[in-house]
């Protein structure tokens, strides 16, 4: 016949679950208490080391898209007027000084 008290095994595994349970949310709070303290020292130190945005990198990128596009058109637009001024021969103008 089985009393009602929790009492023998049964109630030290109970004890056991519930002391198991608590320490694991003990364990998941402490984790997340770490990351957010890693998280801020992370943006502290990159904040610190003044990195640029993400919106600057993209300003940036478009910046050097568009004089990429104007230094091809410069150098097709002086391809030609060296071409027209030697008579179809490739070559510097005349004058123009070479930049090394």
Same mark, same amino acid.
């Given at each position: 016949?089985?009393?009602?008290?929790?009492?023998? /095994?049964? @109630? $030290? =595994?109970?004890? =056991?679950?519930?002391? +198991? &349970?608590?320490?694991?949310?003990?364990?998941?709070? !402490? @984790?997340?208490?770490?990351? &957010?303290?890693?998280?801020?020292? =992370?943006? @502290?130190? *990159?904040?610190? +080391?003044? *990195?640029?945005?993400?919106?600057?990198?993209?300003? #940036?990128?478009? +910046? !050097?898209? %568009? #004089? @990429?596009?104007?230094?091809?058109? $410069?150098?097709?637009?002086?391809?030609? #007027?060296?071409?027209?001024?030697?008579?179809?021969? %490739?070559? /510097?103008? /005349?004058? %123009? &000084?070479? *930049? $090394?």
């Amino acid at each position: 016949m089985q009393s009602s008290d929790r009492s023998g /095994p049964n @109630r $030290l =595994f109970d004890d =056991f679950a519930r002391l +198991m &349970t608590d320490a694991a949310g003990a364990a998941q709070g !402490v @984790r997340r208490e770490a990351e &957010t303290v890693v998280k801020a020292q =992370f943006e @502290r130190l *990159i904040r610190d +080391m003044d *990195i640029a945005s993400r919106e600057e990198l993209d300003v #940036l990128r478009d +910046m !050097v898209a %568009a #004089l @990429r596009s104007q230094n091809d058109a $410069l150098a097709h637009r002086v391809a030609a #007027l060296e071409a027209k001024g030697s008579g179809g021969e %490739a070559g /510097p103008a /005349p004058g %123009a &000084t070479e *930049i $090394l």
